[in-house]
T-cell receptor, first 110, second 111 residues
Framework: GQNIDQPTEMTATEGAIVQINCTYQ??????LFWYQQHAGEAPTFLSY??LDGLEEKGRFSSFLSRSKGYSYLLLKELQMKDSASYLC???????????WGAGTKLIIKP | DVKVTQSSRYLVKRTGEKVFLECVQD?????MFWYRQDPGLGLRLIYF???????EKGDIPEGYSVSREKKERFSLILESASTNQTSMYLC??????????FGSGTRLTVV
């Protein structure tokens, strides 16, 4: 079957670095998305990886290893506003359907 | 700034009522989607539409229908609301194979 696993909850300290992992199993693979969702708000797009390697965007980076079915989102210099859920989603063979993880709730402490 | 707008943030409906959730996008996107989001579960696709008047079932279409008469508007209909349809409903749109833009969601409670 197709599924995505990511930790349910993580806690980190303001100013630190945190890595949120995501493993996936899909029929075919055509890219992996990361979204951020603050409580009660819409998910917002963070990154999209289709090739192996690390892509950096400011404080956020996303890594993909297709051979391992693995991705991570790296957040540096954590700020209180980074407290949110982070959703991982993989595109398999279907152009229209994504397989979504349940999300990782990230709690930032002062 | 591109936008997906859902008509209601919060709704309370009675069991058996017919419920309409409206979604409008201003980006001229071909594809539109309806998801529901429940605690501990990933987003689950209810229906999607890849063009005007075209619709396809997602993973959990039972108890729902959709309408797309115009490109910018995608409506989700609960034919006869039940308590197990209490959930957060998210609408999204995208350019073909692009990233998804989501609306703010409608939190529906069926009593």
């Amino acid at each position: 079957g197709q599924n995505i696993d990511q930790p349910t909850e993580m806690t980190a300290t303001e100013g630190a670095i945190v890595q949120i992992n995501c493993t996936y199993q899909t029929s075919g693979f055509n890219g992996l998305f990361w979204y951020q969702q603050h409580a009660g708000e819409a998910p917002t797009f963070l990154s999209y990886n289709v090739l192996d390697g690390l892509e950096e965007k400011g404080r956020f980076s996303s890594f993909l290893s297709r051979s391992k079915g693995y991705s991570y989102l790296l957040l540096k210099e954590l700020q209180m506003k980074d407290s949110a859920s982070y959703l991982c989603a993989a595109r398999g063979d279907s152009n229209y359907q994504l397989i979504w993880g349940a999300g990782t709730k990230l709690i930032i402490k002062p | 700034d591109v936008k997906v707008t859902q008509s209601s943030r919060y709704l309370v409906k009675r069991t058996g009522e017919k419920v309409f959730l409206e979604c409008v996008q201003d980006m001229d996107h071909e594809n539109m989607f309806w998801y529901r989001q429940d605690p501990g579960l990933g987003l689950r696709l209810i229906y999607f539409s890849y063009d005007v008047k075209m619709k396809e079932k997602g993973d959990i279409p039972e108890g729902y229908s959709v309408s797309r008469e115009k490109k910018e508007r995608f409506s989700l209909i609960l034919e006869s609301a039940s308590t197990n349809q209490t959930s957060m409903y998210l609408c999204a749109s995208r350019e073909n194979r692009g990233s998804y833009t989501f609306g703010s969601g409608t939190r529906l409670t069926v009593v």
